[in-house]
């Protein structure tokens, strides 16, 4: 395996923050401004990824409450709006994470971020956590860009840092970020406590269930 390594890209939700908590608040914010229940906390796993509209949906799935996609832009709406100024509240970084990117750092290595989670929100975050100095790049979801799987994200990630594919590594928790990595070549590591799931069909190059065993690596 390179230990030549000149780029690591991390997933952002569930890969460097617990982001969870925050989330689920704001779907159920969302919930009870249209007279719903509020979802538990223990089912979080099965309902975040994909983005607000992603996640209002399953939300009424697992209610089995109808969802009228009339409402959709609206519901989206109050959920960006409320998450945008909770963002962090709840929010955490995994364990070790920090210790990972103190260690990039010093070792001059380019640090990326790429997610599906809004441009905006993604820096807000970052920037709320007083992690900014860290990342030389975050790319999110803005405009008409694809979003992951899709292999765009990752692409412009590779091209503004301008490192080669097979210097760069990149770290998730979920098959949007193991597909592009590997359709790209590059190497692609997969974080077991997140909240994405695997399918065997499609294989990291590398699991790993804390993030300080990425320090083998460089």
């Known amino acids: 395996m390179n230990k030549n390594f000149k780029c690591v890209v991390f997933d952002l939700d569930g890969t460097l923050i617990d982001s969870g908590p925050d989330l689920l608040d704001s779907l159920n914010f969302v919930l009870k401004k249209n007279n719903l229940k509020a979802i538990s906390g223990d089912v979080i796993g099965n309902l975040v990824g994909g983005g607000a509209e992603a996640m209002i949906k399953r939300g009424y799935a697992f209610l089995g409450e109808k969802l009228d996609n009339k409402k959709?832009?609206?519901?989206?709406?109050?959920?960006?709006?409320?998450?945008?100024?909770?963002?962090?509240?709840?929010?955490?970084?995994?364990?070790n994470v920090?210790?990972?990117?103190?260690?990039?750092?010093?070792?001059?290595?380019?640090?990326?971020?790429?997610?599906?989670?809004?441009?905006?929100?993604?820096e807000k975050i970052i920037q709320n956590m007083g992690l900014n100095k860290y990342f030389d790049l975050i790319v999110g979801s803005q405009n008409s860009m694809k979003l992951k799987p899709h292999p765009d994200m990752l692409n412009k990630c590779v091209d503004s840092l301008n490192v080669q594919y097979n210097e760069t590594i990149f770290i998730g928790d979920s098959l949007n970020d193991i597909v592009p990595a590997n359709e790209l070549g590059i190497v692609s590591v997969f974080v077991t406590y997140g909240y994405g799931k695997m399918n065997t069909s499609v294989n990291a190059n590398i699991e790993i269930s804390d993030i300080i065993d990425l320090k083998s690596y460089f």
């Open 72 to 95: 959709i832009p609206k519901l989206i709406k109050t959920f960006l709006q409320y998450y945008q100024k909770n963002c962090t509240k709840k929010t955490k970084l995994y364990p």
């Open 98 to 122: 920090m210790k990972i990117l103190i260690l990039l750092k010093s070792k001059n290595i380019k640090v990326c971020i790429c997610t599906n989670k809004k441009q905006y929100l993604a």
